[in-house]
């Protein structure tokens, strides 16, 4: 079956680093474009990042020249490498997977906090 696992997810104080991982397994159909969401507490979820399979990426305003995304296209696999985190940064972060012709895939998620 689809599976969609985010990791990486920490406490952190600002100013700190994190890099997260996102892992894609049993999708049949070809993968377009992954990316990272995030949502904080009482808040719709965001758009963070996201990267094709053919390494196009596109970022949040509020995340650029701190952010980065990359991407393993053999592993079906994702990163975020996150600098010069702040207290705005805190949230759930989660993965979403589109392919062509299919439904989007979403993980369960991995948490985010960045203490002041």
């Known amino acids: 079956q689809v599976q969609v696992v985010e990791s990486g997810g920490d406490l952190v104080q600002a100013g700190g680093s994190l890099r997260l991982s996102c892992a894609a397994s049993?999708?049949?159909?070809?993968?377009?474009?992954m990316a990272w969401y995030r949502q904080a507490p009482g808040k719709q979820r965001d758009f963070v990042a996201s990267?094709?399979?053919?390494?196009?990426?596109n970022y949040a305003d509020s995340v650029k020249g701190r952010f980065t995304i990359s991407r393993d296209s053999a592993k079906n696999t994702i990163y975020l490498q996150m600098n010069s985190l702040k207290p705005e940064d805190t949230g759930a972060y989660y993965c979403?997977?589109?392919?062509?012709?299919?439904?989007?895939?979403w993980g369960q998620g991995t948490q985010v906090t960045v203490s002041s």
């Open positions: 979403t997977v589109t392919t062509f012709g299919g439904p989007p895939y």
């Open positions: 049993g999708i049949v159909l070809s993968i377009n474009i």
């Open positions: 990267i094709s399979m053919v390494g196009t990426s």
